[in-house]
């Protein structure tokens, strides 16, 4: 091991200390572009990783391209209404094959080079004058696995990880809020000049929010979380927050403006959940809509986050329905949070920067940060 990735190491370890004696991690998580490209090895290439949610892809050939730890893939429903992930990559020269972020209805894969051409479920459908000893069998595009867990799709590019029902076994059971059943009602994405970390810890702790947020503390008890404890576990934290008196829901006005998500019981109705399911989800759940972030990596410096608002169908198909009160809501606060995590990303730069200690209420940015040390330092030696 080099004297840089001993020193690094040294650091994640006082990283993964109790909470009273640990330290934050260093500047070389959030700027170092060796560190990110062994991350996207260690981390984003063997963790499963949620890519979209399976209304996106209702029907046959209905397709999304992401970008995972460096290798574009497609994911797609099949004729048989399986759904499947393959490598974005044919497998004659190697030809990037789907160029398009989404489609609808695709009939097939089609090679823009030498017109190789694919069904939908990956095997060959046409190879044009390979003759009569190629072998189609051994031709079929290359897969990735795929899953879906609550109404969301997971991709992972490593074959010997744990199936994601084992991965995600221990989160909180959140089958009260009928996500697979939601809408999406509004899609927004932002680029943000700060390290995919510096989001999801940031997302993890209000301890910012009396000085950042003042739409926000007006509408939830920042000391809420004495009622009820954080929770945590291999693959997540989090943990709720209560609504103020008089506040029904997270938006400008703080009073919903459609039903409840049907089922939820008073306690829900009185609380927002905010989690972080390892690596890069965020997930809130709120008595009227689940918003959700993904939290993607572009480099060391910079990622792109997808934000969605989800709805339950009545509300949306509702002739009156808008849902400008809560998107405005959280755009704000996004933009807000975004300014923070870029202003932490200069100052990591800093010659002058040091791991400093936690303060209690961010025991959640401790449990995630120990999460990513523990999964970075097998990989320093």
């Not at 000049?193 to 810890?201: G, R, S, T, V, Y």
């Not at 009160?325 to 996004?334: G, H």
């Amino acid at each position: 091991m080099s004297t840089a990735r001993n020193a690094f190491a040294a650091d994640l370890a006082r990283t993964r200390a109790p909470l009273a004696l640990a330290r934050t991690l260093p500047a070389e998580a959030y700027v170092s572009e060796e560190i990110y490209r062994l991350e996207q090895a260690a981390v984003f290439a063997a963790s499963w990783l949620c890519v979209g949610r399976d209304a996106d892809l209702a029907g046959a050939g209905d397709c999304i391209v992401r970008e995972l730890a460096g290798d574009s893939v497609v994911i797609l429903r099949g004729g048989d209404g399986a759904l499947r992930a393959f490598f974005n990559v044919c497998r004659h020269r190697g030809s990037r094959l789907v160029d398009q972020p989404s489609a609808r209805g695709l009939p097939r894969i089609l090679c823009p080079y030498h017109a190789w051409s694919y069904n939908l479920d990956g095997s060959i459908q046409n190879a044009p004058g390979m003759g009569a000893a190629f072998d189609r069998g051994a031709h079929a595009l290359r897969g990735a696995r795929a899953a879906v867990h609550e109404g969301f799709v997971f991709v992972n590019l490593d074959a010997s990880a744990p199936p994601l029902a084992d991965a995600l076994a221990d989160l909180p059971d959140l089958t009260r809020y009928r996500i697979p059943d939601l809408v999406c009602a509004r899609r927004t994405e932002y680029d943000v000049a700060a390290n995919w970390k510096l989001i999801c810890e940031n997302y993890s702790e209000c301890y910012h929010c009396g000085n950042a947020h003042p739409q926000l503390s007006r509408l939830s008890d920042l000391i809420a979380r004495s009622d009820r404890p954080q929770e945590s576990g291999g693959c997540f934290n989090g943990g709720p927050m209560r609504l103020r008196d008089g506040i029904t829901t997270m938006s400008m006005s703080g009073q919903s403006r459609t039903p409840a998500i049907p089922g939820l019981s008073l306690e829900d109705s009185r609380h927002v959940h905010y989690y972080v399911i390892y690596p890069n989800l965020l997930l809130s759940p709120h008595p009227d809509y689940v918003l959700t972030h993904t939290v993607w990596p572009l480099d060391a410096g910079h990622s792109r986050v997808i934000c969605e608002w989800l709805y339950p169908r009545a509300a949306v198909d509702a002739a009156d329905f808008d849902p400008a009160d809560v998107v405005d809501f959280w755009d704000l606060t996004n933009r807000q949070d975004w300014i923070l995590c870029e202003r932490t990303q200069l100052g990591a730069r800093s010659r002058g920067f040091r791991p400093g200690p936690y303060q209690e209420a961010e025991d959640c940015v401790h449990q995630f940060d120990r999460w990513y040390a523990a999964r970075l330092t097998p990989h320093l030696a």
